[in-house]
């Protein structure tokens, strides 16, 4: 008999819930432009949560998002989206990706991601298999680059000489490629100078990336230092400037200067938009995350999008679903390790249990890092961790009786 999807009642949405809490995190502080970046003998306080999907069945999908920065934005779309998917099939995720994705057509979507990425938890652990190979496995070993936090004014990354001994340091641990995220000020030629430092320290033994994080000020500063990326054999050039992004034109000129390919559309919502990006021939690579874009649905399309045209599509930031979609991705060379500095802990939430870990200290001999097994995520969320350490509750249940 052919099977009706959505028939059985039991695997109905009957619940979800959304935990605030927050975390220390030590070595971490603030420069003058706002940016989260190295300084010793400081503290930051930052925020998570972590989202659980319930069916009638008691079938149950968790997700912690790692994405400390952003969480503040996310978790009030989490719970402006929550309500929505009450009585959904849960089996249904291309149904509620696109439920979702027009409710919030306005808003760019961020808060549809955890629920997308706990649905994939859900239908892993119900029939237990790893998510990675729901998609359709690639590979189990990823090969990764240590990322940088922002470099501060005290102590920590505070020197070219500092950048490179870190260099050397995550090359000695068995690290293949190292991305440079530079000091918040956007100073074109301290930037260039720490590139070019590091490309002859490490240059012929690591591949080495720079992301600009939109901070340099002009589409002149990008060409300086676009021009420091050439002489270094950069493998990527990251969000040049404050566009931020946004602008294929601004991408365009900037390909006509620099030689280093462009890595761009981290900033870019949604299938559609990044789309565009490809047609116009603005980057040489294509960014996703699925924080942000739409959950695993929404990065395995882009992914997919991106191998049509033969481009690569690489995962932004660390955590469970990044290494469970780079896993299923022919089209993708490196799992990013952020954000990383001597002698600070990668600032994500402490909830991690199944022996997951993205320390910069847990790298394989090879390279690479592990993809999680275990249903689902393969992961554990440490839930004692996050009640004694939340602030905020709020849960979302069904209140009639819809078949």
Not at 304 to 319: P, R, T, Y
Not at 336 to 360: H, I, K, R, T, W
Request: aromatic share 10%.
């Amino acid at each position: 008999m052919k099977r009706i999807i959505g028939a059985r009642p039991g695997w109905r949405i009957a619940k979800v819930e959304v935990h605030e809490f927050d975390y220390v995190v030590d070595g971490l502080g603030m420069d003058d432009s706002g940016n989260r970046c190295v300084m010793k003998g400081q503290q930051s306080r930052l925020s998570a949560f972590a989202v659980v999907i319930e069916t009638r069945d008691g079938a149950r999908g968790e997700y912690c998002s790692v994405h400390s920065g952003k969480n503040g934005a996310m978790v009030g779309q989490v719970k402006a989206l929550a309500g929505q998917i009450l009585g959904e099939d849960a089996e249904e995720r291309e149904a509620i990706y696109n439920k979702l994705k027009r409710f919030h057509r306005h808003y760019m979507a961020i808060g549809h991601s955890a629920l997308d990425i706990a649905l994939w938890d859900l239908a892993g652990k119900a029939v237990e298999r790893s998510v990675w190979r729901l998609l359709g496995g690639y590979r189990q070993r990823l090969p990764t680059y240590a990322s940088t936090l922002n470099g501060g004014r005290h102590g920590i990354l505070d020197s070219i000489e500092a950048y490179a001994d870190f260099a050397e340091e995550c090359l000695a641990l068995g690290y293949r490629g190292y991305k440079i995220h530079g000091w918040g000020e956007g100073n074109p030629r301290e930037e260039a100078a720490n590139l070019l430092f590091c490309a002859k320290r490490v240059g012929d033994r690591m591949a080495l990336m720079y992301d600009a994080a939109s901070e340099l000020q002009t589409f002149a500063d990008a060409i300086y230092v676009g021009k420091a990326c050439d002489e270094g054999g950069y493998l990527w050039f990251e969000d040049p400037f404050m566009d931020a992004g946004w602008s294929p034109h601004a991408a365009r000129q900037l390909k006509e200067s620099v030689r280093t390919p462009l890595m761009l559309t981290e900033h870019v919502r949604g299938l559609e938009a990044k789309a565009s990006w490809i047609g116009e021939r603005a980057t040489d690579y294509i960014r996703v995350d699925p924080d942000y874009d739409m959950g695993i649905t929404g990065t395995m399309k882009t992914a997919h999008l991106a191998e049509a045209f033969g481009l690569d599509c690489e995962i932004h930031a660390a955590g469970p679903a990044q290494r469970h979609c780079m896993a299923s991705m022919r089209n993708s060379s490196w799992y990013e390790l952020s954000l990383v500095a001597p002698g600070v802990a990668n600032p994500v939430p402490p909830v991690f249990g199944s022996g997951y870990s993205d320390a910069l200290e847990d790298i394989g001999a090879d390279g690479c890092m592990p993809v999680p097994d275990g249903p689902g995520l393969g992961v554990e969320y440490d839930w004692d961790y996050i009640i004694a350490n939340r602030t905020a509750f709020q849960q979302f249940v069904v209140t009639d009786d819809r078949p």
